[in-house]
């Protein structure tokens, strides 16, 4: 990853190009320190980040990001969800082994 003098707000960015191009309008993005998780969305439409993400490759934020923006879509981890999680980051399977929860 690119080093910044501003990762965090790096990461913030990265998310909310995400969300326009997924047209997905989550009402605040926050990076903090999640221990169980790699990220989550609340049902207010606010998404966290972990702040380890910080460490791991930008394919990887890129799913945990397009994994919890989708869900200010879909509730559930069902057939559409897949399909357009597939669809923008293809291959995302090989992440689901990681330890964590999204
Ligand atoms: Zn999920």
């Not at 998404?47 to 869900?71: G, N």
Request: positive net charge; glycine residues 4%; proline residues 3%.
């Amino acid at each position: 990853m690119k080093s910044s003098q501003y990762p965090v707000q790096d990461l913030r960015r990265r998310a909310l190009a995400w969300a326009i191009k997924l047209k997905v309008n989550p009402r605040v993005i926050r990076v903090q320190e999640m221990r169980k998780k790699w990220g989550s969305c609340s049902s207010s439409g606010t998404v966290t980040l972990a702040i380890d993400l910080l460490d791991c490759s930008e394919r990887f934020q890129d799913y945990v990001i397009v994994h919890e923006l989708l869900h200010l879509r879909y509730e559930r981890h069902g057939r559409m969800f897949k399909a357009v999680l597939s669809a923008h980051v293809p291959g995302w399977r090989e992440f689901e082994l990681r330890n964590r929860e999204v």
